[in-house]
Protein backbone atom coordinates (compact mmCIF):
# COMPACT_ATOMS: atom_id res chain seq x y z
CA UNK A 1 0.00 0.00 0.00
CA UNK A 2 1.31 3.58 -1.19
CA UNK A 3 0.15 6.62 -1.14
CA UNK A 4 -0.30 8.91 -4.81
CA UNK A 5 -0.61 12.47 -2.52
CA UNK A 6 1.03 11.78 0.86
CA UNK A 7 1.11 15.52 1.09
CA UNK A 8 -2.57 15.20 2.10
CA UNK A 9 -2.17 13.16 5.10
CA UNK A 10 -1.14 16.00 6.90
CA UNK A 11 -4.59 17.05 7.41
CA UNK A 12 -5.40 13.74 10.02
CA UNK A 13 -3.95 16.68 12.36
CA UNK A 14 -6.19 19.45 11.86
CA UNK A 15 -9.33 16.76 12.15
CA UNK A 16 -7.73 15.22 15.53
CA UNK A 17 -7.65 18.90 16.68
CA UNK A 18 -11.30 19.60 15.47
CA UNK A 19 -12.00 15.82 17.86
CA UNK A 20 -10.39 17.44 20.97
CA UNK A 21 -12.06 20.90 20.20
CA UNK A 22 -15.50 18.95 19.91
CA UNK A 23 -14.86 17.14 23.29
CA UNK A 24 -13.64 20.41 25.33
CA UNK A 25 -16.78 21.85 23.97
CA UNK A 26 -18.80 19.54 25.78
CA UNK A 27 -17.40 18.90 28.83
CA UNK A 28 -17.88 22.92 29.16
CA UNK A 29 -20.76 22.89 28.31
CA UNK A 30 -21.50 20.17 30.68
CA UNK A 31 -19.75 22.06 33.52
CA UNK A 32 -22.01 25.72 32.68
CA UNK A 33 -25.20 23.42 32.73
CA UNK A 34 -24.39 22.47 36.45
CA UNK A 35 -23.63 26.13 37.20
CA UNK A 36 -27.09 27.42 36.53
CA UNK A 37 -29.17 24.45 37.00
CA UNK A 38 -29.73 22.13 40.43
CA UNK A 39 -27.39 18.66 40.16
CA UNK A 40 -31.06 16.96 41.29
CA UNK A 41 -32.78 18.51 37.92
CA UNK A 42 -29.77 17.80 35.39
CA UNK A 43 -30.69 14.18 35.50
CA UNK A 44 -34.84 15.02 35.13
CA UNK A 45 -33.98 17.41 31.96
CA UNK A 46 -31.51 15.90 30.32
CA UNK A 47 -33.09 12.14 30.69
CA UNK A 48 -33.69 11.88 26.64
CA UNK A 49 -30.56 12.13 25.45
CA UNK A 50 -27.92 8.81 25.74
CA UNK A 51 -24.40 9.78 26.37
CA UNK A 52 -23.50 6.47 24.76
CA UNK A 53 -25.08 7.70 21.45
CA UNK A 54 -23.76 10.90 21.26
CA UNK A 55 -20.21 9.59 21.46
CA UNK A 56 -20.83 7.70 19.04
CA UNK A 57 -21.90 10.00 16.89
CA UNK A 58 -19.35 11.96 17.43
CA UNK A 59 -16.59 8.81 16.88
CA UNK A 60 -18.74 8.17 13.57
CA UNK A 61 -18.21 11.77 12.35
CA UNK A 62 -14.09 11.60 13.50
CA UNK A 63 -13.46 8.45 11.57
CA UNK A 64 -15.66 9.66 8.55
CA UNK A 65 -13.51 12.18 7.95
CA UNK A 66 -10.43 10.58 8.24
CA UNK A 67 -11.76 7.46 5.39
CA UNK A 68 -12.77 10.38 3.13
CA UNK A 69 -8.58 12.14 4.11
CA UNK A 70 -6.91 9.08 3.31
CA UNK A 71 -9.09 8.23 0.07
CA UNK A 72 -7.48 11.73 -1.15
CA UNK A 73 -4.30 10.76 -0.80
CA UNK A 74 -4.98 8.29 -2.77
CA UNK A 75 -4.23 4.82 -1.30
CA UNK A 76 -2.76 2.41 -4.21
CA UNK A 77 -1.76 -1.16 -4.39
CA UNK A 78 -1.46 -3.98 -6.44
CA UNK A 79 2.34 -2.94 -8.47
CA UNK A 80 3.09 -4.10 -11.91
CA UNK A 81 5.22 -3.40 -14.63
CA UNK A 82 3.99 -2.13 -17.58
CA UNK A 83 6.28 -0.71 -20.94
CA UNK A 84 5.62 2.79 -21.82
CA UNK A 85 6.26 3.42 -25.58
CA UNK A 86 6.51 7.29 -26.64
CA UNK A 87 5.76 7.62 -30.03
CA UNK A 88 5.23 10.96 -32.70
CA UNK A 89 6.94 12.93 -35.12
CA UNK A 90 9.39 15.43 -34.88
CA UNK A 91 7.98 19.10 -35.45
CA UNK A 92 9.46 22.36 -36.04
CA UNK A 93 7.54 25.40 -36.14
CA UNK A 94 9.18 28.35 -38.23
CA UNK A 95 7.27 31.36 -37.23
CA UNK A 96 7.57 34.97 -39.24
CA UNK A 97 8.46 37.82 -37.36
CA UNK A 98 8.95 40.45 -39.78
CA UNK A 99 7.41 43.22 -39.29
CA UNK A 100 4.89 42.89 -41.66
CA UNK A 101 3.56 40.65 -38.93
CA UNK A 102 2.60 43.16 -36.93
CA UNK A 103 0.18 44.53 -39.37
CA UNK A 104 -3.78 44.29 -38.08
CA UNK A 105 -5.86 43.15 -40.50
CA UNK A 106 -6.34 40.27 -37.71
CA UNK A 107 -6.50 40.60 -34.10
CA UNK A 108 -5.02 41.42 -32.43
CA UNK A 109 -2.66 41.45 -34.92
CA UNK A 110 -0.94 38.73 -37.03
CA UNK A 111 2.11 37.73 -35.18
CA UNK A 112 0.25 37.54 -31.81
CA UNK A 113 -2.68 35.25 -33.69
CA UNK A 114 0.17 33.02 -34.74
CA UNK A 115 1.69 32.23 -31.18
CA UNK A 116 -1.82 31.57 -30.25
CA UNK A 117 -1.99 28.96 -32.07
CA UNK A 118 1.73 27.63 -32.11
CA UNK A 119 0.60 27.64 -28.27
CA UNK A 120 -2.83 25.88 -29.04
CA UNK A 121 -1.42 23.25 -32.06
CA UNK A 122 1.04 21.98 -28.82
CA UNK A 123 -2.06 21.49 -26.60
CA UNK A 124 -3.72 19.54 -29.58
CA UNK A 125 -0.36 17.17 -30.42
CA UNK A 126 1.19 15.85 -27.38
CA UNK A 127 4.10 13.39 -27.10
CA UNK A 128 5.86 14.82 -30.45
CA UNK A 129 8.86 16.21 -30.25
CA UNK A 130 8.94 20.26 -30.94
CA UNK A 131 11.18 23.02 -31.93
CA UNK A 132 10.65 26.47 -32.63
CA UNK A 133 12.57 28.76 -35.01
CA UNK A 134 12.00 32.84 -35.51
CA UNK A 135 12.49 34.04 -39.19
CA UNK A 136 12.57 36.98 -40.79
CA UNK A 137 15.37 38.54 -42.82
CA UNK A 138 17.11 35.57 -40.61
CA UNK A 139 16.85 32.74 -38.57
CA UNK A 140 17.15 31.81 -35.11
CA UNK A 141 16.74 28.66 -33.43
CA UNK A 142 14.75 29.56 -30.20
CA UNK A 143 14.57 26.01 -29.21
CA UNK A 144 15.99 22.64 -30.39
CA UNK A 145 13.38 19.87 -30.80
CA UNK A 146 11.95 18.75 -27.53
CA UNK A 147 8.99 16.56 -25.87
CA UNK A 148 7.94 19.21 -22.86
CA UNK A 149 5.69 22.03 -24.90
CA UNK A 150 5.07 23.82 -21.53
CA UNK A 151 9.37 24.90 -21.75
CA UNK A 152 8.27 25.67 -25.88
CA UNK A 153 5.52 27.95 -24.78
CA UNK A 154 8.35 29.97 -22.82
CA UNK A 155 9.81 30.79 -25.66
CA UNK A 156 7.03 31.13 -28.45
CA UNK A 157 5.97 33.99 -25.87
CA UNK A 158 8.89 35.27 -26.52
CA UNK A 159 8.40 35.72 -30.16
CA UNK A 160 8.75 39.36 -31.88
CA UNK A 161 10.72 41.14 -34.36
CA UNK A 162 13.56 41.70 -31.98
CA UNK A 163 14.33 37.81 -32.05
CA UNK A 164 15.89 37.94 -35.04
CA UNK A 165 18.97 39.86 -36.21
CA UNK A 166 17.60 41.46 -39.37
CA UNK A 167 14.23 42.36 -41.21
CA UNK A 168 13.12 41.08 -44.51
CA UNK A 169 11.59 37.26 -45.13
CA UNK A 170 13.61 35.17 -46.30
CA UNK A 171 11.79 31.24 -46.17
CA UNK A 172 14.74 29.77 -47.24
CA UNK A 173 16.73 30.53 -44.11
CA UNK A 174 13.73 29.46 -42.00
CA UNK A 175 14.33 25.93 -43.52
CA UNK A 176 17.83 25.39 -43.54
CA UNK A 177 17.67 26.45 -40.17
CA UNK A 178 14.78 23.90 -39.06
CA UNK A 179 17.11 20.95 -40.99
CA UNK A 180 19.91 21.64 -39.13
CA UNK A 181 17.27 21.22 -35.94
CA UNK A 182 16.69 17.91 -36.73
CA UNK A 183 19.84 16.71 -37.46
CA UNK A 184 21.03 18.19 -33.97
CA UNK A 185 18.29 17.54 -31.26
CA UNK A 186 16.48 14.97 -33.45
CA UNK A 187 16.56 10.73 -33.69
CA UNK A 188 19.13 9.38 -35.36
CA UNK A 189 17.83 7.37 -38.94
CA UNK A 190 19.12 4.30 -39.76
CA UNK A 191 18.05 0.86 -42.19
CA UNK A 192 15.12 0.07 -39.68
CA UNK A 193 13.88 3.23 -38.29
CA UNK A 194 12.07 5.97 -40.77
CA UNK A 195 11.72 9.21 -38.24
CA UNK A 196 9.24 11.23 -39.95
CA UNK A 197 9.95 15.04 -40.02
CA UNK A 198 7.24 18.08 -40.54
CA UNK A 199 7.73 21.90 -41.15
CA UNK A 200 5.06 24.21 -40.05
CA UNK A 201 5.41 27.35 -41.64
CA UNK A 202 3.87 30.40 -40.29
CA UNK A 203 3.57 33.67 -42.33
CA UNK A 204 2.09 35.64 -43.97
CA UNK A 205 4.17 35.03 -47.39
CA UNK A 206 5.64 37.57 -48.26
CA UNK A 207 8.99 36.11 -49.33
CA UNK A 208 11.86 38.15 -51.00
CA UNK A 209 14.01 35.59 -50.95
CA UNK A 210 13.98 33.72 -54.01
CA UNK A 211 15.24 29.86 -53.96
CA UNK A 212 12.50 28.80 -50.88
CA UNK A 213 10.50 26.73 -53.39
CA UNK A 214 13.41 25.05 -54.82
CA UNK A 215 14.63 23.67 -51.81
CA UNK A 216 11.16 22.66 -50.36
CA UNK A 217 11.74 20.06 -53.06
CA UNK A 218 15.11 19.29 -52.68
CA UNK A 219 13.97 18.65 -48.75
CA UNK A 220 11.11 16.60 -49.50
CA UNK A 221 13.48 14.27 -51.91
CA UNK A 222 16.77 14.08 -49.99
CA UNK A 223 15.23 14.13 -46.38
CA UNK A 224 12.13 13.03 -46.68
CA UNK A 225 10.74 16.18 -44.89
CA UNK A 226 7.17 17.64 -45.42
CA UNK A 227 6.17 20.80 -45.07
CA UNK A 228 3.02 22.57 -43.89
CA UNK A 229 2.20 26.43 -43.99
CA UNK A 230 -0.44 28.83 -42.66
CA UNK A 231 -1.38 32.01 -44.34
CA UNK A 232 -2.06 35.28 -41.77
CA UNK A 233 -3.58 38.28 -43.05
CA UNK A 234 -6.02 39.35 -45.49
CA UNK A 235 -6.11 40.29 -49.20
CA UNK A 236 -7.37 43.83 -48.52
CA UNK A 237 -3.85 44.01 -46.05
CA UNK A 238 -3.24 46.79 -43.43
CA UNK A 239 -0.52 48.94 -42.75
CA UNK A 240 2.33 48.17 -40.94
CA UNK A 241 2.17 50.06 -37.50
CA UNK A 242 5.02 51.65 -35.66
CA UNK A 243 5.00 52.20 -31.28
CA UNK A 244 6.97 53.86 -29.48
CA UNK A 245 8.58 51.51 -26.06
CA UNK A 246 5.33 52.43 -24.26
CA UNK A 247 3.56 50.35 -27.13
CA UNK A 248 1.54 54.02 -28.37
CA UNK A 249 0.73 54.24 -32.04
CA UNK A 250 3.55 57.27 -33.51
CA UNK A 251 2.24 56.34 -37.05
CA UNK A 252 2.68 53.71 -39.72
CA UNK A 253 5.62 52.45 -41.96
CA UNK A 254 6.58 54.47 -45.28
CA UNK A 255 8.68 53.10 -48.14
CA UNK A 256 11.01 55.50 -49.77
CA UNK A 257 8.87 57.56 -51.67
CA UNK A 258 7.26 58.67 -48.44
CA UNK A 259 3.74 56.20 -48.68
CA UNK A 260 2.47 54.13 -46.46
CA UNK A 261 3.21 50.95 -46.51
CA UNK A 262 0.43 48.71 -47.55
CA UNK A 263 1.36 44.46 -46.29
CA UNK A 264 -1.08 41.90 -48.10
CA UNK A 265 -1.21 37.93 -47.34
CA UNK A 266 0.79 36.31 -50.00
CA UNK A 267 -1.40 33.01 -50.05
CA UNK A 268 -0.36 31.54 -53.46
CA UNK A 269 3.56 31.35 -52.51
CA UNK A 270 2.39 29.85 -49.24
CA UNK A 271 0.48 27.41 -51.02
CA UNK A 272 3.09 26.62 -53.33
CA UNK A 273 5.67 26.20 -51.22
CA UNK A 274 3.37 23.33 -49.17
CA UNK A 275 2.43 21.71 -52.88
CA UNK A 276 6.02 21.32 -53.48
CA UNK A 277 6.81 20.37 -49.81
CA UNK A 278 4.15 17.57 -50.06
CA UNK A 279 2.22 18.88 -47.44
CA UNK A 280 -1.01 20.86 -47.27
CA UNK A 281 -1.82 24.67 -46.95
CA UNK A 282 -4.26 26.03 -44.59
CA UNK A 283 -5.58 29.85 -44.23
CA UNK A 284 -5.81 31.24 -40.55
CA UNK A 285 -9.17 31.79 -39.84
CA UNK A 286 -11.36 32.90 -36.50
CA UNK A 287 -12.29 30.21 -34.18
CA UNK A 288 -9.29 28.28 -35.39
CA UNK A 289 -11.06 25.49 -37.54
CA UNK A 290 -7.34 25.12 -39.61
CA UNK A 291 -5.98 23.67 -36.11
CA UNK A 292 -8.23 20.77 -35.80
CA UNK A 293 -7.46 19.74 -39.44
CA UNK A 294 -3.62 20.23 -39.21
CA UNK A 295 -4.04 18.07 -36.20
CA UNK A 296 -5.54 15.18 -38.39
CA UNK A 297 -3.04 15.61 -41.16
CA UNK A 298 -0.24 15.22 -38.83
CA UNK A 299 -1.70 12.01 -37.49
CA UNK A 300 -2.07 10.60 -40.40
CA UNK A 301 1.59 10.28 -40.55
CA UNK A 302 3.38 7.63 -39.86
CA UNK A 303 4.93 7.90 -36.02
CA UNK A 304 8.04 7.79 -34.61
CA UNK A 305 8.94 5.58 -31.38
CA UNK A 306 11.31 7.88 -29.55
CA UNK A 307 11.68 6.10 -26.62
CA UNK A 308 10.41 3.24 -24.35
CA UNK A 309 10.67 2.31 -20.94
CA UNK A 310 8.98 0.23 -17.70
CA UNK A 311 6.62 2.03 -15.54
CA UNK A 312 5.48 0.48 -12.47
CA UNK A 313 1.77 1.18 -12.55
CA UNK A 314 -0.46 0.98 -9.30
CA UNK A 315 -4.07 0.00 -8.87
CA UNK A 316 -6.31 2.72 -7.20
CA UNK A 317 -7.98 1.63 -3.95
CA UNK A 318 -9.12 5.12 -3.10
CA UNK A 319 -12.71 3.89 -3.56
CA UNK A 320 -12.75 1.23 -0.61
CA UNK A 321 -11.66 4.15 1.82
CA UNK A 322 -14.47 6.69 0.10
CA UNK A 323 -17.11 3.37 0.22
CA UNK A 324 -16.33 3.07 4.12
CA UNK A 325 -16.80 6.95 4.92
CA UNK A 326 -20.05 6.94 2.87
CA UNK A 327 -21.26 3.86 5.27
CA UNK A 328 -19.88 5.48 8.79
CA UNK A 329 -21.52 8.91 7.54
CA UNK A 330 -25.00 7.07 6.52
CA UNK A 331 -24.80 5.01 10.12
CA UNK A 332 -24.16 8.91 11.93
CA UNK A 333 -27.21 10.54 10.12
CA UNK A 334 -29.65 7.54 11.13
CA UNK A 335 -28.50 7.71 14.44
CA UNK A 336 -30.00 9.76 16.57
CA UNK A 337 -28.80 11.25 20.60
CA UNK A 338 -32.13 9.95 22.00
CA UNK A 339 -32.78 7.41 24.13
CA UNK A 340 -34.93 4.03 22.96
CA UNK A 341 -36.77 4.13 25.54
CA UNK A 342 -37.69 7.09 28.06
CA UNK A 343 -39.13 7.79 31.62
CA UNK A 344 -41.41 10.31 32.65
CA UNK A 345 -41.13 12.00 36.19
CA UNK A 346 -44.79 11.94 38.09
CA UNK A 347 -44.01 13.52 41.35
CA UNK A 348 -41.74 11.20 43.67
CA UNK A 349 -41.70 7.96 40.89
CA UNK A 350 -40.19 7.59 38.10
CA UNK A 351 -42.64 5.55 36.09
CA UNK A 352 -42.58 3.98 31.82
CA UNK A 353 -44.69 6.31 29.57
CA UNK A 354 -48.21 4.59 28.65
Known amino acids: MRFESPDQLQHLF ?38 SKRKWKLALQFFTLVLMMLAWARPQGGASKQEVKSEGIELVFAVDVSESMLAEDVRPNRLEQAKAEVSRLMD ?18 LSPLTSDPGALKLYVDSLSPLSVSSQGTHVADALQAAVESFKRGGAEKDESTQVTRVILIL ?52 DE ?98
Do not use: C
Open 203 to 254: SDGEDHEQGALDQAEKLVKEENIRIFTIAYGTEKGAPIPERDAMGFLRGYKK
Open 14 to 51: WILLLLVLSLFLQKRQSRKLQSVISPKLIPFLTSSVSP
Open 124 to 141: LMPGNKMGLIAFAGSAQV
Open 257 to 354: SGQTVLSTVKGDFLRKLAEMGKGSFYFSAFAGPHLNQIKEDVDQLEKTLFDSEMATQYEERFQIFLFAAFVLGLIEILLTERRSQLKLWKGRFEVPPA
